[in-house]
C-alpha cells in the first residue's frame, strides 16, 4: 500500500458543525471547518462562542463573510467579501485565519489573487476527482463530496472543471457504479493503491437532512483502519507538508 493521506472539509459552518466536530472526534478524524460570519441563502450559522469551541480542536478557515459567490460578484464586492470575513472570523477566534474555501467552488483567476493579498495560507476548491493537492495552495482540488450525487450529475461535474487528464482515470471509477456508497468505498481504495491525498468535502446540513450520520461514521471508522493517524491531516497541514514540501508519491501532477 502506498503513501496515503486523508483529508476532511466541511463547508459552509451550520450548527450541526458541532455534531459533526463530535463524530469525528471520536474517530481520530482532524477536519477544517470552512464559516462564513452569515449565509445570505438563509440558513443559519454558528453562534460566536461555538466558532471559539470548534476552532480549540480543528481548523477553521473562512467562507466569506456572507457565503457569496465570487465569480458572481463585482470586483470590489468580491474583495470586500473575502477581506472582511477573515477579519470578522479573526476577531471572534481571537486568532489568525490562514484558510479559505471558495463558496460554490465558484471564483475566477483574479479571486486568487485576492486571497492571496488577504493573507491566506491555502484555499481550497471544489474540483473533484483527484487525488494531488493541485498545482498551487490557493487552489486545492479534492477527491469526492460526501453527498449521494446521481452519476449524470458527477459527469456534468467532471466536464465543468478543468485538469481532465488527471482527473479522468477517478472519474471513470465513479462512472462504473450506481451505488454511491460503493463510489466512495471504490475510491478509497485507489487511492490506497495509488498513493496521494484522498480528499473529502461535505456539509453537516446535508449529512443530517440525509439522515447519513450512521453512514459517514461508518466510513470514517473504514478510514482510521487504513490510514494512520499521522496521515490524517487538515487543509492546513495538508498545505504545510504536501504543498511546502511535496514528496515525490504526491506530486501527481
Not at 460578484?73 to 474583495?79: F, G, K, P, V, Y
Request: charged share 25%.
Amino acid at each position: 500500500m502506498k503513501h496515503t493521506v486523508f483529508s476532511l472539509s466541511v463547508d459552509d459552518g451550520h450548527p450541526l458543525d458541532m455534531r459533526l466536530a463530535e463524530l469525528l472526534h471520536k474517530r481520530g478524524i482532524p477536519a477544517s471547518f470552512h464559516i462564513p460570519i452569515r449565509n445570505s441563502e438563509g440558513p443559519p450559522v454558528l453562534q460566536a462562542s461555538q466558532m471559539r469551541e470548534l476552532a480549540e480542536n480543528f481548523d477553521v478557515g473562512s467562507h466569506t463573510l456572507d457565503h457569496r459567490y465570487l465569480a458572481n460578484l463585482e470586483m470590489h464586492e468580491a474583495l470586500r467579501q473575502i477581506t472582511e470575513g477573515k477579519l470578522a472570523l479573526q476577531d471572534i477566534l481571537g486568532k489568525s485565519i490562514e484558510g479559505f474555501c471558495y463558496p460554490g467552488g465558484k471564483y475566477r483567476p483574479i479571486h486568487c489573487g485576492m486571497v492571496r493579498a488577504a493573507g491566506f495560507r491555502y484555499a481550497r476548491t471544489t474540483q473533484n476527482f483527484r487525488l494531488d493537492t493541485g498545482r498551487q495552495p490557493l487552489e486545492l482540488p479534492t477527491s469526492l463530496q460526501f453527498y449521494p450525487h446521481p452519476r449524470r450529475v458527477l459527469l456534468r461535474n467532471f466536464l465543468s472543471q478543468p485538469s481532465w487528464r488527471e482527473r479522468w482515470p477517478m472519474c471513470e471509477l465513479v462512472l462504473q457504479d450506481g451505488d454511491w456508497l460503493d463510489r466512495m468505498r471504490h475510491l478509497l481504495a485507489y487511492a490506497l493503491r495509488q498513493g496521494g491525498v484522498f480528499h473529502l468535502w461535505c456539509h453537516s446540513k446535508d449529512i443530517d437532512s440525509l439522515d447519513l450520520w450512521q453512514t459517514l461514521d461508518d466510513f470514517l471508522i473504514e478510514v482510521g483502519e487504513w490510514i494512520p493517524p499521522e496521515r490524517r491531516v487538515d487543509n492546513l497541514q495538508l498545505v504545510s507538508r504536501y504543498c511546502e514540501g511535496i514528496p515525490p508519491q504526491l506530486s501527481l501532477h
